[in-house]
T-cell receptor, first 114, second 116 residues
Framework: NAGVTQTPKFQVLKTGQSMTLQCAQD?????MYWYRQDPGMGLRLIYY???????DKGEVPNGYNVSRLNKREFSLRLESAAPSQTSVYFC?????????????FGQGTRLTVV | AQKITQTQPGMFVQEKEAVTLDCTYD???????LFWYKQPSSGEMIFLIY??????QNATEGRYSLNFQKARKSANLVISASQLGDSAMYFC?????????????FGQGTRLTINP
């Protein structure tokens, strides 16, 4: 049982390049989320998805797009990376298991845009 | 408006003492959930405990308990018998919204340092 898996763990991009961060969960959760965490800060919600086929903007969606490919996978795309997008990105999923609500995170992706 | 407020940027506690980390929240929803996470220096986010707005009992999980005061809109984390390994950032989070469109938003965190 892997939980939430994010790839890659580290990435360096040049300004203007594009990339997709991948996230997959194997816990059969309905909800999935993408966050960014800047140094010394809390987590800010970029986008979230309540179920397959639906996505909604969070607090800081500008410069990002997402796809909820199926129940398991939720990807985050940077179309034209900017230095301000240098951050650690976390994917999370949430659901109910055995009557208990849970929300787990992936290991994070450390992205540097130069 | 800030949805989740953690007013203690840093806390210093002696090993074996109990510690309370504060969290207040703001929502007009009747149905919501509150989470606490631990983030050690290695960076991963570790799920600690969850409290639903309709849960009548305070949630407990090992040495962690959540002091839920609904009328005051507070959801403080209590760690009993603190250990050196408890030193980390701690984040409070709230899930709100109608079923099927629920956001999960975080406070700014509290850095807890356990002294030997």
């Amino acid at each position: 049982n892997a939980g939430v898996t994010q790839t890659p763990k580290f990435q360096v991009l040049k300004t203007g390049q594009s990339m997709t961060l991948q996230c997959a969960q194997d816990m059969n959760h309905n909800s999935m989320y993408w966050y960014r965490q800047d140094p010394g800060m809390g987590l800010r919600l970029i986008y979230y998805s309540a179920s397959e086929g639906t996505t909604d903007k969070g607090e800081v969606p500008n410069g990002y797009n997402v796809s909820r490919l199926n129940k398991r996978e939720f990807s985050l795309r940077l179309e034209s990376a900017a230095p301000s997008q240098t951050s650690v990105y976390f994917c999370a999923s949430s659901g109910v298991k055995f009557g208990n609500t849970e929300a787990f995170f992936g290991q994070g992706t450390r992205l540097t845009v130069v | 408006a800030q949805k989740i407020t953690q007013t203690q940027p840093g806390m210093f506690v002696q090993e074996k003492e109990a510690v309370t980390l504060d969290c207040t929240y703001d929502t007009s929803d009747q149905s919501y959930g509150l989470f606490w996470y631990k983030q050690p220096s290695s960076g991963e986010m570790i799920f600690l405990i969850y409290q639903g707005s309709y849960d009548e009992q305070n949630a407990t999980e090992g040495r962690y308990s959540l002091n839920f005061q609904k009328a005051r809109k507070s959801a403080n984390l209590v760690i009993s018998a603190s250990q050196l390994g408890d030193s980390a950032m701690y984040f409070c989070a709230m899930r709100e919204g109608i079923q099927g469109a629920q956001k999960l938003v975080f406070g700014q965190g509290t850095r807890l340092t356990i002294n030997p």
